[in-house]
């Protein structure tokens, strides 16, 4: 996640917004319900009404887009208003935990603006603390309304992972806590019929979004109180499809 200040007003600083946010936090860790008074940070209209949706319309929208790049008709984005509304905070209407891979990009794969999707990316696209944390600040202080988790197919990750248990083998550098954290998924359905590899990255999806869901305080009393939904998908590389996982 890049430049938190942009969720925030420009001239507010930095000690005020780092309050506000930990306001919210502790709000709900201790129980309060998420009506939106208690996320009520600003009286101004959000930069992007049309991203201001129910968690349903924002899967909808999402999938509508990924449809439109499929069949190679995006649309073509205004960026220089966009800019404009932008300039003084984001509301994007859906966050995005991604794998870093540089042939899955979300932004075109669900052919959407700038301030639409809140991005986090790491190689395998599982949840540490650190991006569990992200997404708890795009829905506690920006309020999107869906989390999806994206996996893809021949994910490298995943297959260093693979080859790593089964070779016993330790990688170089901190690419052990990457084998760390893909691990419980490839060592789940090393014994089930079919592709390993398309099996683990499936696995290590459905393993994420439930890893999400039950984050406390913030995510797992979200989803409680239907303020979010949290779903997982897969991007084909041949195509650029995303298919959800039931």
């Known amino acids: 996640m890049c430049r938190l200040c942009d ?8 000690t005020t917004s780092r309050r506000r946010f930990l306001q919210f936090a502790g709000g ?3 129980g309060l319900a998420l009506a939106p008074p208690a996320f009520a940070k600003e009286t101004k ?11 349903d319309a924002a899967l ?3 999938m509508k887009g990924n449809k439109r790049y499929v069949e190679g008709v995006s649309r073509r984005h205004d960026f220089t208003h966009e800019r404009e509304a932008l300039a003084g905070g984001q509301n994007p209407y859906a966050s995005i935990l991604s794998c870093a891979d540089s042939r899955i990009a979300p932004e075109y794969a669900f052919d959407s603006g700038r301030g639409d999707l809140f991005v986090c990316r790491v190689a395998g696209n599982f949840a540490n603390d650190d991006t569990v944390a992200s997404l708890e600040y795009g829905v506690a202080v920006l309020n999107s309304p869906l989390i999806l988790v994206l996996g893809h197919e021949s994910c490298g990750a995943v297959d260093a992972t693979i080859k790593s248990l089964k070779d016993n083998t330790t990688l170089p550098g901190h690419l052990p806590s990457l084998v760390a954290a893909l691990a419980p998924a490839v060592k789940a359905t090393m014994d089930k019929p079919g592709d390993k590899l398309a099996n683990a990255i499936r696995q290590n999806v459905v393993d994420v979004v439930a890893k999400l869901k039950s984050a406390t305080p913030i995510l797992s009393a979200a989803v409680a109180d239907g303020k979010i939904k949290i779903v997982g998908g897969v991007y084909r590389l041949g195509d ?3 298919k959800l996982i039931d």
């Open 60 to 62: 909808k929208r999402l």
């Open 7 to 14: 969720a925030r007003d420009a001239v507010a600083p930095e």
């Open 45 to 55: 209209p959000p930069p992007k009404p049309q991203n201001e949706i129910s968690p």
């Open 240 to 242: 650029g499809k995303v």
């Open 28 to 30: 709900i860790a201790a």
